[in-house]
């Protein structure tokens, strides 16, 4: 059985509507997305590529990775209870801070290097008012490169808002459960930092010393593009 379609098989009874069955379920997912390469889902080239990326050999970089600045989502399945996709990012480029409003994340950096900063809401009790600046603390900042572990981000806490920086051309593949959704309310926010005080020092405490900033919500630049792309991997049996 192919590896994709192993995963597939295991989201399929391990993700629900309502997302991961238990925690259980989201171990099982977690340990099968881990084993998954960039071979297994068509970007060999890619990956052989971005290896060498910052080599003075490198010169087919322009043949295997695309001109355009444009991040590249490469679908391969969804239904009501998760999505399976890849975002193949070229060096530099940036998905800004966003969210996943009730949604588990499973992340796996295919290829490359890539620069993650996360956070979680503080202030996870009150009425939820995107519209408003609210004060979120850092659970991660720092780099990732291949190969390497999955990382999962839950509704309320593992850094559910979160940004990459590409630091050299790189692929993460994306597991969703449940899927964005206009029907159930799950709509893709983003944010920004902005510049706020906690004179009390009433948050500092809440956060138990850890790092904090203050997110507000903002529409990114029309720069800001992510072109559909061909998935070149296995074609899952469904």
């Not at 990326?53 to 087919?60: D, G, I, M, T, Y």
């Not at 900033?213 to 469904?238: C, H, M, N």
Request: with cysteine; aromatic share 8%; proline share 8%.
């Amino acid at each position: 059985m192919d590896a994709i379609q192993k995963l597939y098989e295991v989201c399929k009874v391990s993700l629900s509507e309502k997302g991961p069955l238990s925690s259980e379920a989201i171990a099982k997912v977690h340990a099968v997305l881990d084993k998954i390469t960039a071979s297994d889902v068509g970007l060999q080239c890619e990956s052989q590529a971005a290896r060498v990326w910052q080599s003075p050999k490198a010169l087919s970089r322009k043949r295997v990775f695309p001109s355009s600045p444009a991040i590249r989502y490469r679908h391969i399945y969804e239904c009501k209870s998760f999505s399976v996709g890849i975002f193949c990012m070229p060096a530099s480029s940036i998905i800004p801070l966003h969210n996943h409003p009730g949604m588990t994340v499973l992340s796996k950096v295919l290829y490359g290097r890539v620069h993650v900063k996360s956070y979680d809401w503080i202030d996870k009790a009150e009425p939820l008012n995107l519209l408003k600046v609210r004060p979120a603390k850092v659970v991660r900042d720092g780099e990732m490169s291949a190969p390497c572990g999955a990382m999962v981000f839950h509704p309320e806490e593992g850094g559910n808002i979160h940004a990459f920086k590409a630091i050299t051309p790189c692929a993460i593949l994306d597991i969703l459960t449940p899927p964005y959704s206009s029907e159930g309310g799950r709509h893709c926010s983003y944010f920004r930092r902005c510049p706020k005080s906690d004179p009390s020092g009433i948050l500092l405490n809440r956060t138990k010393g850890s790092e904090f900033v203050w997110l507000e919500e903002y529409q990114p630049r029309d720069s800001f593009v992510i072109r559909r792309d061909l998935y070149t991997g296995p074609a899952l049996k469904l």
